[in-house]
């Protein structure tokens, strides 16, 4: 089977609102084709009740947007774990996105779009705001299918916040006819795996069981023996129904920059964790598009070999047992003290996919 795929820090100076000095306000935007900048009408946030509503499938355009979309004879039918996990996953998802290496260091953004009034003032920025307008439906052949972008914004400053232009746009396209293995949770957790030429990227999608509103995607970028290169994270909340990202949650966005905040320590992570499993097999099926469904008891024990530790209480980590024949590539959010969620893809020796599980957990043994 073939597989596919600001916060703020400053090198002198370390800006706060109880600052004496006000350098100008960081307000974080996402465009690659600047000629022609797109202005966005910001929302109204203050009065979030309503429930993602039924979606209706719209294709999604954009100049600079990308779609992986393979052909592939599989095929699988609507089910009402489907419809379930398209009300959890559609609507607009905004939040804040950074790149990490492979060791966990946030990356800076490129000089290029960070504002000058940041430069003279020595800030340091790491994190784009983000889109991701999501929908998940059936196609006209009843066959689930799930489209959405991810957006990043350009940073601006101050009141230029009123209109954010479009840094880059890149498209997702995910159905039965994709060549490329998609596990999903009726909870609107789900693992969907793609793979370029000379790499493979896992993107780890985490819904908090408390808070249906609140999400984290982890992609880990691999190269073709498997080894992490870097990783990607998007912390995002839900805003409303699909709109195709025509609107922004402009300032009053619920969430913040957070490439630059504290790390997740290790002590909190390793030891011993159980729990149950949802799993999906893609060894023996030709399904590629697959629910996590047979659930099993789980036992993890978890040392730092391998642990690559990021803000936002999130852990990576990609492993090969010693014989060579299984890596485990494995992504964590601890959601509180001894409790978390984490999502695993297993591979074989020859880089096959054998497994998705998410599971959740909690700490027997710190």
Same mark, same amino acid.
């Given at each position: ?43 109204? /946030?203050?009065? @979030? =009740?309503? $429930? %993602? ?10 100049? *600079? ?71 998940? /439906?059936?196609? @006209? =052949?009843? $066959? %689930? ?10 940073? *601006? ?210």
């Amino acid at each position: 089977m073939a597989m596919t795929a600001a916060f703020f820090s400053s090198n002198t100076n370390i800006l706060s609102p109880s600052s004496q000095c006000h350098p100008p306000v960081l307000s974080l935007r996402s465009s690659s084709t600047l000629q022609f900048p797109i202005t966005h009408q910001f929302r109204n /946030t203050s009065s @979030n =009740t309503s $429930t %993602p509503a039924a979606p209706i499938l719209t294709r999604i355009s954009a100049a *600079t947007t990308t779609t992986a979309d393979v052909n592939d004879s599989a095929s699988i039918s609507i089910t009402t774990s489907w419809v379930e996990f398209a009300e959890k996953v559609s609507g607009e998802w905004d939040g804040f996105g950074a790149d990490f290496t492979a060791e966990g260091q946030a990356v800076e953004l490129p000089e290029s779009v960070v504002p000058e009034a940041y430069r003279e003032w020595e800030v340091k920025v790491f994190d784009w705001q983000t889109q991701c307008p999501t929908l998940a /439906t059936a196609d @006209n =052949t009843d $066959t %689930p299918s799930l489209t959405y972008r991810s957006i990043k914004l350009l940073p *601006t400053v101050g009141c230029e916040a009123d209109a954010a232009t479009i840094y880059s746009s890149e498209e997702r396209h995910i159905s039965a006819r994709h060549g490329s293995a998609f596990a999903y949770a009726p909870t609107g957790c789900y693992v969907a795996v793609d793979s370029a030429v000379k790499s493979i990227e896992l993107e780890h999608c985490l819904i908090d069981p408390n808070n249906k509103e609140s999400r984290v995607r982890v992609i880990q970028v691999l190269d073709s023996e498997l080894k992490l290169v870097r990783i990607k994270v998007f912390v995002e909340q839900w805003y409303g129904p699909f709109r195709n990202g025509d609107q922004l949650g402009g300032c009053a966005i619920r969430d913040s920059a957070f490439a630059a905040t504290e790390r997740l320590e290790a002590s909190r992570v390793c030891g011993v964790w159980q729990g149950t499993s949802a799993v999906a097999r893609f060894d023996a099926s030709h399904n590629m598009i697959q629910q996590l469904d047979d659930e099993r008891a789980s036992k993890s024990i978890r040392d730092e070999g391998g642990l690559v530790l990021l803000p936002k209480q999130l852990w990576s980590s990609v492993k090969k047992r010693e014989d060579n024949e299984i890596t485990c590539c494995e992504v964590g959010w601890l959601l509180d003290e001894g409790r978390a969620i984490t999502s695993k893809c297993i591979f074989s020796g020859k880089a096959q996919l054998k497994e998705i599980a998410i599971a959740n957990e909690t700490a027997t043994q710190i």
